[in-house]
DNA sequence: GCCTTAGTTCCATCAAACTCGAATTAATGG
DNA sequence: CCATTAATTCGAGTTTGATGGAACTAAGGC
């Protein structure tokens, strides 16, 4: 698959960031992942469709959350947090403390 | 103009928030309200029709980011930046910053 | 080459949400 | 009481976004 894009830090939008973790679905993910450290895809998916799962980390790439990076047949999925830190400092940590609480 | 519903900060709802936050509109107004202290809603219209504007007060006040209080025929609005930060810590100051910067 | 696996893309459907005009309510002043 | 001002509520139109089935693509294994 070839290498999908991702915006670089300084592309991040504040409004696409809050959007993209407003979602429920999305922002489990996001916590699984911060928890975690990487997954599949599939590791992720809560039994929903594949469709449903790809638009979501979509979403979460578009917005610069998460790193999709093909590793053999499946994609390891990080979140991008040194890159959010840099560009957005305290939030997604802020996000993941309440989420978390 | 009866005292309008406001959450108590233990309802805040994170998903809540952060979709109210993630709208241009409205994070316009909450940038207002924080660096200017508090305001009418007409003085943060921007040109938008009334209906527009009260709606987007009436996310922000559900979201809990809002309190507005009736004040003679103006209704005077203020951040809940305390009760915020007591129930997700750090998280508006953020995404203030980032909305600065 | 063929099959399987993992995700993506395309498409349609349906629900949520933004926008805004018009009617309404609430408080004040004359 | 009437007019004015400030904002809410209602209703309609339009857009955005979530969901999920079907077809497609890329990589690996036999």
């Given at each position: 698959m070839a290498a999908m894009k991702h915006p670089e830090a300084s592309e991040f939008r504040l409004e696409k960031v809050l959007h993209a973790l407003s979602d429920g679905v999305r922002l489990g993910i996001v916590r699984q992942l911060a928890a975690e450290g990487e997954a599949s895809c599939a590791a992720l998916?809560?039994?929903?469709p594949k469709s449903t799962v790809s638009h979501h980390f979509r979403v979460l790439r578009e917005a610069g959350l998460v790193r999709t990076t093909p590793f053999g047949v499946t994609h390891m999925n990080t979140l991008r947090r040194a890159e959010m830190e840099e560009r957005f400092p305290g939030l997604l940590e802020a996000v993941l403390a309440a989420a978390r609480g």
């Open positions: 998916d809560g039994g929903r």
